[in-house]
């Protein structure tokens, strides 16, 4: 069955309620044949001690949308988890807002290879993510 591209990103959005997404104010705005883009705001809530972006925050964003990535990508049939995750944070940011782009680097039937970029308003990259997921029946 083909959905349109609103109604996909309806579903993702009604897949984050009550999970650390919604806590996070983790939107999925936008995907094509091989990628999905995550937005998330930079406010206080997201910020560590000294009123700058908390990695943690960065690397929660990047898992979430190469997880949902690897879901959308793959057959449906499948739980998706992250088993590694590696983040290089090379610019702060206190305000405004952060854009995550997931890409297939390998997509396998059971394990799959992200590349996931954390970028600002201005396409200045923040930080440069390395998601691998696996895919496991369900049960």
């Known amino acids: 069955m083909n959905y349109t591209k ?3 990103l309806a579903r993702l959005a009604e897949s984050c309620k009550n999970t ?3 806590t996070l104010n983790i939107k999925y705005i936008d995907f ?3 990628f999905l883009i995550a937005q998330m705001p930079v406010t206080p809530k997201v910020h560590q001690p000294d009123g700058v972006l ?3 925050a960065m690397v929660a964003l990047a898992e979430s949308v190469g997880s949902a990535a690897s879901f959308m990508f793959l057959d449906q049939a499948h739980t998706i988890r992250g088993i590694e ?3 290089n944070h090379v610019k702060s940011k206190r305000e405004g807002m952060v854009y995550a782009k997931a890409t297939f680097i390998h997509k396998g039937r059971t394990t799959q290879l992200w590349n996931i ?3 600002d ?3 200045n990259l923040i930080s440069k993510c390395k998601l691998t997921t696996i895919a496991l029946p369900r049960k």
């Open 32 to 34: 094509g044949e091989d």
């Open 117 to 119: 970029d954390v970028v």
């Open 20 to 22: 650390l997404m919604e």
């Open 54 to 56: 908390h990695g943690g």
């Open 6 to 8: 609103e109604e996909v």
């Open 85 to 87: 995750i590696s983040a």
């Open 121 to 123: 308003e201005e396409d």
